[in-house]
């Protein structure tokens, strides 16, 4: 059985391949997500937005602006 995978591992004239990741030397960087505060923000302004369909006009028109602000806010965010 471990001969069967040393000859998988061996190349067509009994050479050794190399092994499979990233070459010797290269540090991998890990991928970390943006903090950003816009998702809340979002959050808080559709629930002005919600709060003023069920209280007031003048509720509801603050809580679209809101919305509308922070929904091209993050759209604008640099990464």
Known sequence: ?????????????????????????????????????????LAVALSILLLGVITSPVVLAIGAVLTAAAVIAWGLERR
């Open 1 to 41: 059985m471990a001969e069967e995978q040393n000859q998988g591992q061996k190349g067509q004239k009994g050479q050794q391949l190399p092994e499979k990741g990233p070459p010797k030397g290269v540090q991998e960087e890990a991928l970390h997500p943006y903090t950003s505060y816009w998702p809340f923000a």
